[in-house]
Nanobody, 124 residues
Framework: QVQLVESGGGLVQAGGSLRLSCTVS????????VGWFRQAPGKEREFVAA????????YYLDSVKGRFTIARDNAENTAYLQMNSLIPEDTAVYYC?????????????????WGQGTQVTVSS
């Protein structure tokens, strides 16, 4: 049984920072590509960032490039999303997800396992 648990969400003022964590248990963490997605009220869930198994390749939504950084620590079975210069439009529930697949990292359908989500609220 693979489990993903997010943490680190909260309320922050515009311009502030948060770091989300995603701890994965159940199988070898380094076997997974890890992605972060978000879902704002009334909107579809969207891709935010993804990181390859080794951590050497990363992918980002255009609107978060330069502000968000995805990273992973395979020894700690944890992935991170460092979010800087937050804006109110970043307000959403953030989900981490994991997949064994080697393609389609921007698509929800690629991912096999999901966490329960963590709320991020950015006030103006």
């Amino acid at each position: 049984q693979v489990q993903l648990v997010e943490s680190g969400g909260g309320l922050v003022q515009a311009g502030g920072s948060l770091r989300l964590s995603c701890t994965v248990s159940g199988r070898t963490f380094s076997s997974y590509v890890v992605g972060w997605f978000r879902q704002a009220p009334g909107k579809e869930r969207e891709f935010v960032a993804a990181i390859s198994r080794s951590g050497g390749t990363t992918y980002y939504l255009d609107s978060v490039k330069g502000r968000f950084t995805i990273a992973r620590d395979n020894a700690e079975n944890t992935a991170y999303l460092q979010m800087n210069s937050l804006i109110p439009e970043d307000t959403a529930v953030y989900y981490c997800a994991a997949t064994f697949k080697g393609w389609g990292y921007r698509s929800l359908n690629t991912y096999d396992y999901w966490g329960q989500g963590t709320q991020v609220t950015v006030s103006s």
